[in-house]
């Protein structure tokens, strides 16, 4: 698998990129990763289960993650990655022109791919969101919250420990050691980053039922970071264009989870359908 990689300026800020391509291409997908990490993380198991169907994929590090410029957790704006993410569709339509296009998005990239397609005037074929951050499984410290809603109004770009624990994040055992030891790997967040994320959460769950095009929610039972109930809730308010598979005891990141060949088959499926 050869990777192409790219750099690009964002709101000033550096851009890290790449993209695969297999020989015959049936469409492409744009990749958001999920906070703290960054796109290399699926290079092992995501992307090649997209290619093997004919699918070009293009991903991309955010601000303040992986291969990217700006300060570690922090970002411009919300409509700041939502712009980022519009550059990145327009990227994929530069490189493959004819391609129908799909949108796949994980915890903090599901929020921005179902914010983005609501949002967005867009021509995408579909969207996956996988375990998209809707709304947190665990309640911040009351504390950390007041704090952070203060720095908000005088210092946003201020760094805090996110909270998240790694052991959410699968339940095997090497998965969760090999995310502790990435370099890339950090566990800062600011505010601007923090409060507008859990808003447009909500904001996508109440507006839900205006989304337009087919989309698979997919969410473990026993993720401890992100409430699968908020995919449950997104489902229920536009059950007509969107699908949910629940996979029962499954963690944050499905992909690397004990599960994660079912998930690869529900997934690859349902994008044949839309194919």
């Known amino acids: 698998m050869e990777i192409h990689h790219f750099k690009t300026i ?44 004919g699918l070009a994929v293009l991903f991309y590090d955010n601000y303040g993650h992986g291969q990217s410029g700006g300060k570690r957790g922090h970002c411009p704006s919300y409509g700041a990655l939502l712009e980022l993410l519009s550059e990145m569709l327009g990227k994929a339509t530069d490189l493959f022109p004819k391609a129908p296009q799909f ?10 791919v ?16 996988s375990s998209p951050y809707l709304r947190l499984a665990f309640q911040p410290p009351k504390w950390k919250m007041v704090l952070g809603k203060a720095m908000m109004k005088i210092w946003p770009s201020v760094t805090m420990p996110s909270g998240l624990d ?3 994040i699968s339940g095997i055992e090497n998965e969760v050691a090999q995310y502790k030891a990435d370099p890339l790997v950090h566990d800062k967040i600011s505010p601007m980053f923090t409060f507008p994320m859990i808003e447009a959460g909500e904001w996508a769950i109440d507006n839900a039922a ?3 095009i087919p989309t698979l929610l997919i969410h473990g039972t026993a993720d401890p970071i992100i409430d699968f109930n908020g995919s449950g809730e997104f489902h229920s308010n536009n059950p007509e264009f969107t699908t949910l598979e629940l996979f ?6 499905l992909h690397h989870d004990r599960c994660r060949e079912e998930v690869f088959i529900v997934i690859q499926s349902w994008l044949r359908q839309q194919l």
């Open 103 to 112: 949108l796949y998005g994980h915890s903090m990239g599901g929020n921005l």
């Open 10 to 53: 964002s709101s000033g800020i550096p851009i890290y990129g790449g993209y695969v391509q297999p020989k015959t291409i049936r469409g492409v997908v744009v990749l958001v990763h999920g906070f703290g990490e960054h796109s290399g993380r699926y290079l092992q198991d995501v992307v090649p289960m997209l290619t093997d169907m």
């Open 166 to 168: 790694p052991n959410g």
């Open 114 to 129: 179902l914010n983005y397609a609501l949002r967005h005037k867009n021509h995408l074929r579909g969207v996956i969101a």
């Open 248 to 253: 029962e005891n499954g963690y944050h990141e």
């Open 210 to 212: 205006n989304l337009r």
